[in-house]
């Protein structure tokens, strides 16, 4: 998948806008379960998933680490995690691949999709990554480590820590804010002074791209842009991808409380799956008809991880205990 | 003692190549106490990272290079700076294995020098142990002895989960030791027995264990049988060490210098009362620090705060004639 700085190919664009209309499909689906009491909660990838498969396009899978953010349904799918996995993720049920259905849907680690770890504790995975980067590089590995993060990640001190060592050390690691302008419903002016988290890059020693996160190709050529840089030994760089968020920060949340309607509908009109449907369809890659498959193939594999999750059983109680250590020693129940 | 640190490290370093070391001042200074002089010049400054000034990714690399296959050794320079690691140790690292229902390990150890009587005031002096030993899947680990430093320090090295390593500064040069020349470890987990007695078991760790030894050698001298328990490793306790002890004895002293609130103690006391009630003949009785915030900095206010053989030897006197 790794091609350099050139864009992608029609036929790459096509690829991303399937697994888009995938990741919408099954993010969709996952929000009627929560409504009808069956998923306990999701945070959307809605609006996001141009900036999150457009850059996993852009680094390779299988040997490249990725620190992903609670939002990242599509950098999983995109990854190859299967849409039952996920389903059985937001059901919490048996067989739940990244923490036995321990954590929260999506939390926790996919080593063979080089899926590292991920708590609920925003900006936590940031230093993550920078160790992440600075062990493959002892080790004398090519591999990039990208992590990804929210606008509110961008205030916590671990980020600032992070980046300043992966500075120092030129570290190959890739920083990739995904800026919805919302951290919960504290806006971007009162999250920061400046109008981009790109611009503290220069504080660093790295560059700071700002790219529309709507925009699968863009984020596809600034993240393989920034690939490059770091294999190359130059480095990391602070990816700013400006995306809409126009549902609530999760199930649980009332964003008519802080936001109105209006706001709302204009972010819908840069709903990424349009624009890159619009291209595709003015570019000749995609027909209405071709279109129309993509979405009925999406809800019948939709369709079957709904009913392979509600099917399975919840975690028995044998296992509790287990993987407290590596040895056993204490974790067990007192006597 | 800091010797016994410094040869662990150094051995661990030659033994397994992914071990490195990372922390303030580790480089060129060598620690504040010492513990890498001379590593860099010997292993290299990409083994041997001199940090920025920032011990919340001090802890989060570490983790994070652990989780991707190495096995960093962090030091945090002191005790009383370790809290911006909370949320890597406590909230990351002690839940990546669980968390990932056994898919990740975090092989970490995060050393750092704590306690007092040093004239560190409140901010050089700290006793950080009952904060780590609450969080299931962190082992804590405090020595008292040059050889269990050694051993430990290696068995923390090669464990496949996080450790926190506490090394009181007051024993860096204050214990002497012998230390085999030979490789040994020794096991985390397991508490050991100092001194063999038979009124009163005294339960303890750190640097108390030589003000407690002394008060066992004091008061035999009044026939008063001590059984001194050093616990050595914090978490996961070793229940059955202590509980041995007490049924033997069938009275239990805690001491430690942290404070009395919340500390240890509390939870030693708690396991004998638990599973050697029908055994005891007294109270379970903790000797601990003051609850103030912190060790104060002024020679009779840190003497006030600090434990003793004295003040040590007085609680035994006290319970064994109860």
Redesign the interface.
């Known amino acids: 998948m790794d091609h350099g700085q050139t864009g992608p190919s029609g036929e790459q664009l096509l690829e991303m806008y399937r697994q888009m209309v995938l990741c919408r499909t099954l993010d969709e689906r996952v929000w009627m379960l929560n409504r009808q009491g069956k998923a306990a909660i999701v945070a959307s990838a809605q609006g996001h998933e141009a900036c999150q498969i457009g850059s996993v396009h852009a680094l390779r899978p299988g040997s490249d680490?990725f620190y992903t953010n609670y939002r990242d349904l599509a950098v999983l799918l995109s990854l190859g995690m299967t849409p039952g996995e996920v389903m059985l993720g937001f059901l919490a049920r048996e067989g739940e691949q990244?923490?036995?259905a321990?954590?929260f849907p999506l939390?926790?680690?996919?080593?063979k999709l080089g899926v590292?770890?991920l708590?609920n504790?925003v900006g936590?995975q940031?230093?993550?990554?920078?160790?992440?980067?600075?062990?493959?590089r002892?080790?004398g590995e090519d591999t990039v480590v990208i992590v990804y993060f929210g606008d509110g990640a961008s205030s916590v001190?671990?980020c600032h820590?992070?980046m300043?060592?992966a500075g120092?050390h030129r570290l190959p690691v890739i920083f990739f804010c995904e800026n919805n302008g919302y951290a919960i419903s504290v806006p971007r002016h009162l999250q920061m002074a400046v109008e981009h988290v790109a611009a503290r890059a220069e504080g660093y020693g790295m560059p700071g791209v700002v790219v529309d996160g709507c925009d699968a190709a863009a984020v596809y050529e600034a993240t393989s842009e920034a690939a490059s840089r770091a294999r190359s030994g130059r480095g990391p760089t602070l990816i700013e991808a400006m995306v809409e968020r126009y549902l609530p920060h999760t199930s649980d949340d009332d964003d008519r409380r802080y936001r109105n309607a209006g706001e709302i509908e204009a972010a819908r009109k840069r709903d990424p799956l349009r624009i890159l449907r619009e291209r595709l369809l003015g570019t000749g890659v995609l027909s209405e008809d071709a279109d129309e498959t993509l979405y009925a193939e999406a809800r019948r594999v939709v369709d079957e991880a709904t009913e392979l999750a509600e099917s399975a059983s919840y975690p028995g109680l044998d296992?509790f205990y287990?993987?407290?250590?590596?040895?056993q020693?204490?974790?067990a129940p007192?006597? | 003692m800091i010797e016994a640190v410094r040869d662990a490290i150094r051995e661990e370093l030659a033994r397994d190549e992914r071990v490195?070391v990372l922390g303030e001042d580790v480089g060129r200074r060598g620690g504040v106490f010492l513990a890498t002089d001379g590593f860099i010049e010997e292993f290299g400054e990409?083994?041997i990272i001199d940090?920025?000034l920032?011990e919340?990714?001090i802890?989060?690399?570490?983790?994070?290079?652990?989780?991707?296959?190495?096995r960093?050794i962090a030091e945090i320079q002191f005790a009383d700076f370790i809290w911006?690691t909370f949320?890597?140790l406590l909230?990351?690292a002690a839940?990546?294995?669980?968390?990932?229902?056994?898919?990740?390990?975090a092989p970490l150890v995060a050393r750092t020098p704590y306690g007092g009587g040093v004239r560190g005031g409140l901010y050089h002096s700290q006793n950080v142990e009952a904060f780590f030993a609450h969080s299931?899947?962190l082992?804590v680990v405090a020595p008292a002895t040059p050889y269990d430093a050694k051993g430990l320090l290696k068995s923390a090295v090669r464990?496949?989960?996080p450790v926190v390593f506490l090394e009181h500064k007051r024993t860096y040069r204050l214990v002497r030791g012998q230390v085999p020349d030979e490789e040994y470890t020794v096991p985390?987990?397991e508490a050991e027995v100092k001194i063999e007695g038979s009124h009163v078991s005294v339960i303890t760790y750190g640097l108390m264990v030589h003000h407690c030894a002394e008060a066992a050698r004091n008061l035999a001298q009044d026939d008063i049988s001590v059984e001194l328990v050093d616990l050595r490793t914090l978490?996961?306790?070793d229940r059955a060490t202590v509980i041995d002890s007490v049924k033997k004895t069938g009275k239990a002293l805690v001491v430690h210098e942290d404070t009395r609130t919340g500390g240890l103690g509390g939870e030693v006391a708690a396991v004998i009362a638990?599973?050697a009630f029908d055994h005891l003949d007294g109270p379970v009785v903790r000797l601990a620090g003051p609850d103030v915030p912190a060790m104060p900095f002024s020679p009779p206010l840190e003497a006030e705060f600090m434990l003793n053989t004295e003040k040590i030897s007085a609680a035994i006197r006290r319970l064994a004639s109860y």
């Open positions: 680490l990244m923490s036995g321990r954590q939390h926790g680690a996919y080593p590292v770890n708590s504790v936590t940031l230093p993550q990554a920078v160790g992440a980067a600075l062990a493959s002892m080790r001190g671990e820590e992070a300043n060592f120092v296992g287990d993987h407290v250590y590596a040895d020693t204490g974790g007192s006597p | 490195f990409n083994r940090t920025p920032a919340a990714s802890a989060g690399i570490a983790l994070g290079a652990a989780l991707n296959g190495m960093p911006p949320n890597q909230g990351e839940k990546a294995r669980y968390g990932s229902n056994g898919k990740v390990s299931p899947g082992k464990d496949d989960d985390i987990g978490a996961p306790m638990e599973e």
